[in-house]
Antibody, heavy 121, light 107 residues
Framework: EVQLVESGGILVKPGGSLRLSCAAS????????FNWVRQAPGKGLEWVGR??????????DYAAPVKGRFTISSDDSKNTLYLQMDSLKNEDTAVYYC????????????WGQGTLVTVSS | SYELTQPPSVSVSPGQTARITCSGD??????VYWYQQKSGQAPVLAIY???KRPSGIPERFSGSSSGTMATLTISGAQVEDEADYYC??????????FGGGTKLTVL
């Protein structure tokens, strides 16, 4: 059974940093593209960024609102995806979901249950 | 910047056909995907590559795309289909992008 479990969401002050984790199981970790998607309270889904497989050089891409502040990485030995968030702003408050696209091919896409990040003074 | 445009809300009675649209200038060259998100839950893929249905999604869900508009159709909508629906595609840089979402009410 495929599982994605996010963790690390907390209350943090504006300007602060936070690292989210996403522990994956049930599929070959190195054979998946991973995305982070967020959803502000009462709002729609927003793509944050992604990391491709090692066969594609582990390339990362980011949405404009987070580029230069957020960094996606992975630890293949731990089957874990990370989202390092720096220079946090109030508008980064959201539930953060990790998703895995196994084999980089639909419909083999899976979502975690999300972790809440609150940025407030 | 590139956007995918959805109506904010659609309302139907049980048993009627619900249609949710998604428009974007790049859609003629891009696949469209549809997600269903029920209250308090993570999104679930309902349609992929314009019109394909993942296993476990009821047959009443279908998708189509023509020109700059894609449509999610729920034939004979049920009360349990009440949810937010999001279209998803890629922008001109190949980066993923969600539409603003449509709240489907079935009552």
């Amino acid at each position: 059974e495929v599982q994605l479990v996010e963790s690390g969401g907390i209350l943090v002050k504006p300007g602060g940093s936070l690292r989210l984790s996403c522990a994956a199981s049930g599929f070959t970790f190195t054979n998946a593209w991973f995305n982070w998607v967020r959803q502000a309270p009462g709002k729609g889904l927003e793509w944050v960024g992604r990391i491709k497989t090692e066969t594609e050089a582990g390339t990362t891409d980011y949405a404009a609102p987070v580029k230069g502040r957020f960094t996606i990485s992975s630890d293949d030995s731990k089957n874990t995806l990370y989202l390092q968030m720096d220079s946090l702003k109030n508008e980064d408050t959201a539930v953060y979901y990790c998703t895995a696209l196994v084999g980089a091919a639909f419909p083999y896409e899976y979502w975690g249950q999300g972790t809440l990040v609150t940025v407030s003074s | 910047s590139y956007e995918l445009t959805q109506p904010p809300s659609v309302s139907v009675s049980p048993g009627q056909t619900a249609r949710i649209t998604c428009s974007g200038d790049a859609l003629p060259k891009r696949f469209v995907y549809w997600y269903q998100q029920k209250s308090g839950q993570a999104p679930v893929l309902a349609i992929y590559e314009d019109s394909k249905r993942p296993s476990g999604i009821p047959e009443r869900f279908s998708g189509s795309s023509s020109g700059t508009m894609a449509t999610l159709t729920i034939s004979g909508a049920q009360v349990e289909d009440e949810a937010d629906y999001y279209c998803y595609s890629t922008d001109t840089s190949g980066n993923p992008l969600f539409g603003g979402g449509t709240k489907l009410t079935v009552l």
